[in-house]
């Protein structure tokens, strides 16, 4: 399991920066453990892993999704969280982001990225998850900010190692001294970083050069609608990527999900209770509170149409739960064309 956030460093470490764009992004990636023999006990997943963190210049380069698919190759690297006993990446992979623009798992280059792990790596499922406005801070990633935070404290961060790259106003007068101070900022940045242990986990930190700095769009494995109908499932905050049982599709399975999970695709999160009708979800947000999640193995038995209210038209609740994947516009413009479709069929 990988967790990802980001946030700026400005250069130097003021609450001014010396020149426009002149910052570092660094990407954040926190490697968790899972421990063994966990099946069904939340706290099998843990707060602690290794860290990689990725330093991109805020001026020559952007943080897209293109730039995080090449950081998981970087990744892999972490052999002890991301590689099987046979250094093969691990068959299922989950990714809990922070929800910018360019990792937000209902965005189309996201899930772009996503599908071209996951057939290059021969997964058996891949998922992209992110945390509703304002729960952010429950994302794990958030623990290792402290402890790098704590190491920017007091550090002003070299702008003109080489020599100055801008005039009097700023501006920039000398684009490739500019680009060798950045990248002596971002390995400065860098090092200091790679000292800093995280729970006896260490962090490995490395400035990324402009010129290799995103996974090149071409190189990227694309698939078409239909194996996207029959592989992938997009929520608001929820992409799942999972094989099929075809074996002129999808090669053998790795691991046991498919025991696990027999329908392949997660079951969305709905909240129950048991109430004079049986169990059911909350009708109204405001009842929401006294309703409980119950287990993955639970969600999978219950039926969306049997514990959800009847809405006289598709309801806000269920919108945002049991028809998420039914929203999905790609899905929806690909079944459009398809007089057979039967996933879709309450909206299509
Ligand atoms: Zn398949």
Not at 85 to 92: D, L, Y
Not at 111 to 127: G, T
Not at 231 to 260: E, G, L, P
Request: proline share 6%; with cysteine; charged share 20%.
């Amino acid at each position: 399991m990988l967790m990802h956030v980001e946030y700026r460093v400005t250069l130097p470490d003021h609450d001014w920066v010396v020149a426009a764009r002149h910052k570092l992004i660094p990407s954040v990636y926190a490697g968790i453990q899972i421990t063994r023999e966990g099946l069904g006990k939340p706290e099998a997943v843990t707060y602690s892993g290794p860290t990689y963190i990725a330093i991109r210049s805020g001026k020559h380069a952007s943080s897209s999704a293109f730039a995080h698919g090449l950081d998981f190759d970087r990744l892999q690297e972490f052999y002890s969280i991301t590689r099987d006993a046979g250094q093969n990446v691990k068959p299922i992979v989950v990714f809990s982001v922070d929800g910018g623009p360019d990792e937000n798992p209902r965005y189309q280059k996201v899930i772009d990225v996503a599908i071209h792990n996951f057939v290059k790596h021969n997964l058996d499922a891949l998922f992209v998850a992110t945390n509703a406005p304002g729960r952010s801070a429950f994302n794990r990633v958030e623990r290792m900010m402290a402890p790098l935070s704590r190491e920017l404290s007091g550090l002003i961060l070299p702008h003109e190692h080489f020599g100055s790259h801008l005039d009097s106003q700023g501006r920039t007068t000398d684009e490739a001294l500019e680009k060798a101070n950045f990248k002596m900022a971002g390995e400065t940045l860098a090092e200091v970083w790679s000292q800093v242990v995280i729970d006896q986990f260490p962090t490995i930190a490395e400035y990324i050069v402009p010129e290799k700095s995103e996974f090149d769009p071409e190189s990227l494995i694309a698939k078409d609608t239909n194996w996207f109908q029959q592989h992938v499932r997009t929520s608001q905050y929820f992409t799942q990527i999972v094989k099929c049982h075809d074996m002129q599709c999808c090669s053998n399975a790795r691991s046991s999900f498919f025991k696990v999970v027999p329908s392949r695709f997660l079951p969305p999160p709905i909240p129950v209770a048991q109430t004079t009708e049986g169990l059911k979800a909350p009708d109204k947000h405001e009842d929401s509170c006294s309703y409980k999640f119950p287990s993955m193995f639970v969600s999978q038995i219950l039926k969306p149409d049997d514990i959800l209210p009847i809405a006289k038209t598709v309801s806000r609740f269920s919108l945002m739960t049991s028809t998420a994947h039914l929203l999905n516009r790609v899905l929806l413009i690909g079944c459009a064309r398809s007089a057979t479709c039967t996933l879709h069929h309450k909206l299509c």
